[in-house]
């Protein structure tokens, strides 16, 4: 997508735990005139004042794994690993585990959880495991339960857990704001899934691991944060993308940096952040988006000295505004205390009419509303195309609307899928060849016209 933006700052102090009967309200401050002294170079504390981590220590893994054997045993799905790993690198902290029934319903209904002191912290996204009658049946009275993977392999227990109706129609209805046929996540994940849900205490024996080439992106929230302190950052400002990086993506981070360094902050550092998990069939897979974004940094596009590239392990709901909650929460348990936020943040296409599932301005102001997200600065787009006078992207002037072309992610790709080339200035060269690669490692085959895998990176 071509509209890009650079940031107008909203800078926000610590305020109390928020009066659902009366949201805050949006507070619009000055961008280049914060106070020296109020800037702080230590990173922004994880939710609940300490990161989770689920991971069992070495030493503990031999009387674990015999434990284990004796539990009944739970099949993990691959979203449901990734669920493990998000849970188990403290993604999600303070949460501890798959959601018991009490932590689903505030989620759902409030986007957030209540902590024991009172406060609340943003969770908008359910991060549950749905089990199956038999399932159900063969957990008994038990209070642990043994998650295995595709193998039989252990992967974690699941401990003090509570099982309890998995309404469907009222999970997909809150967290999309409809219940229309063909939501990809619903389809892979949900419709077909166990009418029970099974939550607790995780504890994971064996770390997710994908075996692809990508491990070393896979940086927990620990391992971020050990790496802004080792660059000394004394700001970090995270940009998801789900999409190959164009120079207007550039355009933004970069001018984002710029302004930070004018407020007065030292050493801003990006958390360059695509995500990792599940995603609809037609996005580019994860594997050539990390080729092109590596391209991105070779090419000079992105200062590699100040811009960390990592993987975020989540799967991809497309749902929009309570979606991105979700994505800007993740980021303050890895360090980052200012989140760029585009039009239409993880929405996509209505399944079933030719529109928007949501409106494209809805994801920035729920973000600035949203009870639990005080602490982070949002950084909302102002709109970029491409720019024929200077051949080259820029930010929108509508002084001179005719001066710009708009290229959609559409037109991108089919740019790419024909091989033709887009103007200059607005991919770097090294980007846009992988781009091209991959659309023609999915050449229809000539016998059926059927699309098939796509080769490896």
């Not at 392990?313 to 497309?318: A, L, N, Q, R, V």
């Not at 200012?338 to 494209?360: C, Q, S, T």
């Not at 639990?372 to 200077?390: M, S």
């Not at 991108?412 to 781009?435: I, Q, S, Y």
Request: charge should be positive; glycine fraction near 6%.
């Amino acid at each position: 997508m071509a509209a890009m933006a650079s940031a107008s700052l909203h800078l926000k102090t610590p305020i109390p735990p928020p009066n659902f009967s009366k949201l805050p309200k949006i507070r619009f401050i000055p961008p280049l005139r914060r106070p020296a002294a109020r800037i702080r170079a230590s990173l922004i504390e994880p939710d609940g004042g300490r990161l989770v981590e689920l991971l069992v220590k070495d030493s503990e893994k031999a009387s674990k794994l015999k434990e284990a054997s004796q539990l009944p045993p739970i099949r993990l799905s691959a979203i449901d690993l990734q669920w493990v790993h998000v849970l188990s690198e403290g993604w999600a902290s303070p949460l501890r585990g798959f959601m018991r029934e009490s932590e689903f319903l505030q989620t759902l209904h409030y986007n957030s959880l209540r902590l024991e002191n009172g406060s609340r912290v943003n969770m908008s996204v359910p991060i549950v495991l749905p089990v199956d009658d038999a399932q159900r049946n063969r957990v008994g009275s038990s209070t642990r339960v043994a998650l295995v993977d595709h193998a039989g392999d252990l992967v974690a227990t699941l401990n003090d857990i509570e099982i309890y109706k998995h309404n469907k129609e009222e999970r997909i209805a809150r967290s999309w704001g409809t219940t229309a046929r063909g939501l990809p996540y619903v389809e892979k994940a949900i419709s077909g899934a166990g009418n029970w849900l099974i939550g607790g205490d995780l504890e994971v024996v064996k770390p997710i691991k994908y075996d692809d080439g990508l491990d070393r992106f896979r940086l927990s929230p620990a391992q971020l944060r050990q790496e802004f302190e080792r660059r000394n950052a004394d700001a970090v400002f995270a940009f998801q993308l789900r999409n190959p990086v164009h120079n207007g993506h550039a355009l933004l981070m970069t001018d984002t940096r710029r302004r930070l360094l004018e407020m007065g902050f030292k050493n801003p550092v990006l958390l360059l952040h695509p995500l990792g998990g599940y995603t609809k069939e037609d996005d580019v897979p994860l594997r050539w988006r990390m080729k092109q974004h590596e391209k991105v940094l070779e090419d000079g596009v992105l200062d590699p000295e100040t811009t960390v590239v990592s993987i975020f392990p989540s799967p991809m709901h497309y749902a929009g505004p309570t979606e991105v909650q979700w994505h800007a929460k993740a980021r303050i348990n890895a360090g980052a205390n200012f989140y760029i936020v585009g039009r239409d943040p993880a929405g996509m296409a209505h399944p079933l009419e030719k529109r928007d599932l949501y409106d494209a301005d809805h994801g920035k102001k729920v973000l600035s509303m949203a009870p639990g997200l005080e602490r982070l600065n949002i950084l909302p787009f102002k709109v970029a195309a491409y720019d024929k006078t200077q051949s080259k992207m820029a930010f929108f002037d509508p002084s001179r609307a005719q001066d710009f072309v708009f290229i959609s992610g559409t037109k991108m790709r089919n740019l790419a899928k024909n091989r033709e080339n887009p103007p200059d200035g607005f991919m770097c060269p090294g980007g846009w060849e992988v781009l091209v690669e991959y659309y023609d490692s999915l050449a229809p085959a000539a016998s059926n016209g059927k699309l098939p895998q796509p080769v490896a990176a």
